[in-house]
């Protein structure tokens, strides 16, 4: 091995060119389909949302060779712009995937890129599966080994993880050879690293656009990689690289190891509400408990919700996230989850409107709410965010709901026919019900699309 191949950017780019779409396991491309047409729900869902028309606002103000599709609105941009466009849409009602690591993370942004990408490039279906599986892979294994104790409280965005994962993906659909690829992990990662700060107190409307701006970030890495742009050779390791400067330690021996047959991307979690990660388990628990025991909410004295311990130590949790104000908030908020989910059964973009953000009943609810770390929950910490519900009422009775593993992790999936749904329920005033029913069919078929365009044609109103 010669010294250039010893640097860590170049394993990674040993790492990204080993995978195949050839030697994936069914099950892998199956999955990868499902997460797929989740995130194209997600796009969907999000496609209204405030976030989402300023970006395409900018975007059509940029202009861009017309080479990839902004979902539902059918314009052409170029693929960087397009990523933003449909990252956007993609994270705007946090109703995407996740996964927890050291730090936690929404690989599904992915999904934007690897569209972008593979359309200006005239490439099919199979490729965006690859693209897929790539960024999942180097995505998730950032999130397990690397950062002290991870990126997130050192004050970086978790999305920051991100700008690996999609220059990685975007440099595989270029067709990028290995020393363009190493440059592009290189100058991905020198220049998209950001500030955590936009998920505390009230969180801003640039929520939406955090992973979406990363991963354009790391598409354009690669565009210049392939022009012959250059990045640091200890981009990584270096005295001032990202290893000290943003992460603090990273395990570089795991991360670059080679693939020995698990997939990364079965390890990733669809969410059925439209709500921050760790408050999937608690709406759940706060939906069963009332559903299962036929309760009356207005008889409800108090209401205990137990989570691991980090889910009240996290980062982005703040004093703001018990009274708030705006949607980006209110889906951070425990409190406000599991008392509209409690109330109304639900907690998916409907639950989020000013009107239910400020009733009385909801605010009611609200008060009665405690929060409490249960160390049996944070020893599942972070393999699963378990959460329980313990409601007492008015004429003293007790009634507990415990959900270890949430719907939509790797231990309790969604079905085909829940993730069918929810892009049916996403794209509901969008698409019309034979529109709908075309994208699904389509989706479960990618692979054997050779004409990405043509796959982004049904996504069109």
């Known amino acids: 091995m010669s010294h250039l ?20 396991q069914p099950e892998v491309i199956r999955e990868t389909k499902r997460l797929v047409l989740d995130t194209l729900a997600c796009a969907c869902g999000g496609f209204s949302g405030g976030p989402s028309k300023i970006v395409r606002k900018t975007v059509q103000q940029l202009g861009g060779n017309p080479e990839s599709t902004v979902i539902v609105e059918g314009t052409r941009t170029s693929c960087a712009l397009a990523t933003l466009a449909n990252g956007t849409m993609i994270r705007y009602l946090d109703n995407n995937d996740y996964y927890s690591g050291r730090d936690p993370s929404h690989p599904s942004g992915n999904l934007a890129a690897a569209l972008a990408v593979a359309e200006r490039e005239k490439l099919g279906g199979a490729d965006v599966i690859l693209g897929m599986v790539i960024a999942y892979e180097i995505q998730i294994r950032l999130c397990d080994y690397a950062g002290s104790p991870n990126i997130w409280e050192r004050g970086w965005h978790h999305a920051t993880n991100m700008q690996f994962s999609s220059a990685a993906l975007a440099s595989r659909l270029l067709h990028l050879d290995h020393k363009a690829t190493a440059n592009a992990l290189a100058i991905a990662g020198s220049h998209n690293n950001t500030l955590a700060q936009s998920q505390r107190g009230n969180i801003p409307m640039m929520k939406a656009s955090a992973e979406a701006t990363i991963a354009k970030g790391g598409v354009e890495a690669a565009l210049l990689a392939m022009n012959g742009l250059t990045g640091p050779e200890e981009v990584f390791e270096g005295h001032m690289g990202w290893a000290r400067a943003v992460a603090g330690e990273v395990d570089f021996a795991a991360l670059t190891k080679p693939m020995a047959g698990h997939y990364r991307i079965l390890d990733a979690c669809m969410k ?22 036929n309760l009356d909410v207005s008889e409800i004295e108090k209401v205990v919700a137990r989570f691991h311990a980090y889910a ?22 425990f409190p406000y989850c599991i008392a509209v989910a409690m109330l109304e059964g639900d907690c998916g ?6 009107d239910k953000l400020f009733s009385p009943v909801v605010r009611d609810l609200m008060e009665r709410i405690e929060l409490v770390a249960d160390p049996g929950l944070t020893a599942l910490w972070p393999s699963s965010s378990g959460a329980a519900i313990v409601v007492i009422s008015r004429s003293g009775l007790r009634f507990e709901k415990v959900c270890k593993y949430p719907p939509g992790h790797p231990k309790n999936r969604l079905t085909d026919e829940q993730v069918e ?15 709908a029913d075309r994208v699904i069919e389509a989706a479960w078929h990618i692979d054997e699309c050779s004409k990405l365009r043509d796959f982004m044609a049904g996504l069109i109103i």
Do not use: C
Request: charged residues 35%; hydrophobic residues 35%; aromatic residues 8%.
């Open 5 to 24: 191949q010893e640097f860590v950017r170049n394993k990674l780019a040993d790492l990204i060119l080993s995978i195949r779409y050839e030697d994936l």
């Open 272 to 293: 059925p509400y439209a709500a921050e990660m760790m408050t999937q388990a608690p709406i759940q628990a706060a939906i069963d408990v009332v559903r299962e025991n």
């Open 312 to 333: 009240l130590d996290k980062p982005s949790w703040d004093p703001k996230k018990l009274d708030p104000r705006d949607r980006e908030t209110a889906d951070h908020s």
């Open 349 to 354: 973009p409907e639950q989020f409107t000013p």
């Open 421 to 435: 749904n929810k892009f049916r329920r996403l794209s509901r005033g969008l698409l019309t019900d034979r529109q």
